[in-house]
């Protein structure tokens, strides 16, 4: 009886728990159930390639609003994250409740193959269309690459914006750049899907830029990679570099040796998904995170984080913290982003993308 008794005081205590949580405003009445049974899970499990010192400001943000539940992260790689899925859900194994990574190829996947929980967040009138094109599919961050350049051996009337110009001066200045030119691999994932998405914007343009220039690069690496290379001037300038790990290192210091650029003619900005699984054993919990993200303070946490917030009006501070909506301001109009996005027509052509950026760069 005294048992029965302690579970009821629980129950009691969880329910007025839940209602005491303030349901976000503008969210129907009846979230506070799902907050409710979002306690009672009291956990979940991400898998993401973000490190902690990306997704742990979104964490801290998150749990200072629901203490009462434990959010556990994996680090690994963006396409481990699906196959661990995969398999673990395949042999009956409890696994993530939510994925976050920036791989689309692996997105379309999901999608095709019914791995997400189509859940509708609240959240969705505040963001553009494009942020949640399926089901279930959402885009955690919005991070866009730049042209990165060794201020001491580019003279400055060389540090341009523009990739059309920028290409142009590979070609004609190989004494400052021959040789002395970095860039992600287009053959691989993350690189091909820049560059597929720039060629799909700027059409044979991109095609002819990578022709002439594309011999005098040394693709290959991550950003991190590239900057170190640039800094030291063994790269004289990098291109399509992913703009969150240059700004999050640069200081004073770092200012008098590296410049950067957002491309004028069109930056590239790579959408990082998130979805909640299908087999999520924690989904409610889930649920309420994955709105939190997308809320306006999820969304400053994700600034804080060291990425690229997308939600309008979001306008993170900091000398080196950007926003979409002031990466739009600095490229002076919406329609120079290029949005690589979770195209499948990219997945299914990626073959013959590969050769061909192969070709142009001698790889």
């Not at 899970?41 to 400001?57: A, D, F, K, V």
């Not at 008098?256 to 590239?268: E, K, R, Y």
Request: hydrophobic content about 40%; overall charge negative; charged content about 20%.
């Amino acid at each position: 009886m005294k048992h029965l008794w302690i579970a009821s005081a629980c129950a009691l205590l969880m329910a007025q728990t839940a209602q005491a949580q303030t349901v976000p405003e503008g969210y129907p009445a009846e979230y506070s159930d799902l907050i409710a049974q979002a306690q009672t899970e009291g956990s979940l499990l991400i898998y993401t390639n973000l490190s902690s010192s990306n997704l742990g400001p979104v964490i801290e943000a998150f749990n200072a609003t629901y203490p009462d539940i434990e959010v556990e992260m994996i680090e690994m790689g963006p396409s481990e994250a699906f196959s661990r899925y995969d398999a673990e859900t395949g042999t009956g194994v409890q696994s993530a409740d939510l994925i976050i990574a920036n791989s689309i190829p692996d997105w379309v996947r999901a999608v095709d193959t019914g791995t997400l929980d189509d859940y509708a967040s609240p959240e969705q009138a505040n963001l553009p269309q494009w942020s949640y094109p399926e089901a279930g599919l959402y885009t955690f961050s919005t991070d866009p690459m730049v042209t990165i350049y060794n201020k001491l051996t580019v003279p400055e009337d060389l540090q341009v914006s523009s990739m059309k110009e920028y290409f142009s001066n590979i070609v004609a200045h190989p004494e400052v750049f021959e040789g002395k030119v970095g860039t992600y691999d287009g053959r691989y994932a993350f690189g091909g899907s820049i560059g597929y998405a720039f060629a799909k914007f700027h059409g044979d343009a991109a095609w002819d830029w990578f022709a002439s220039a594309g011999p005098m690069t040394r693709p290959g690496g991550g950003a991190g990679g590239m900057i170190e290379r640039t800094l030291t001037g063994e790269l004289a300038s990098s291109f399509f570099v992913s703009a969150p790990v240059v700004l999050s290192r640069m200081d004073p210091a770092l200012e008098q040796v590296l410049g950067w650029t957002f491309p004028s003619d069109g930056t590239p900005v790579f959408l990082r998904g998130m979805g909640i699984t299908k087999e999520a054993p924690h989904q409610a919990a889930a649920r309420v995170f994955l709105d939190y993200v997308l809320s306006e303070p999820g969304q400053y946490a994700v600034a804080d984080g060291n990425l690229t917030a997308y939600r309008p009006g979001v306008t993170p501070e900091g000398e080196n913290a950007y926003s979409l909506d002031e990466v739009i301001a600095a490229i002076g109009s919406e329609d120079k982003l290029i949005l690589i996005d979770y195209d499948a027509e990219m997945v299914e052509s990626f073959d013959a993308f590969n050769a061909r950026w192969g070709a142009a760069f001698k790889m």
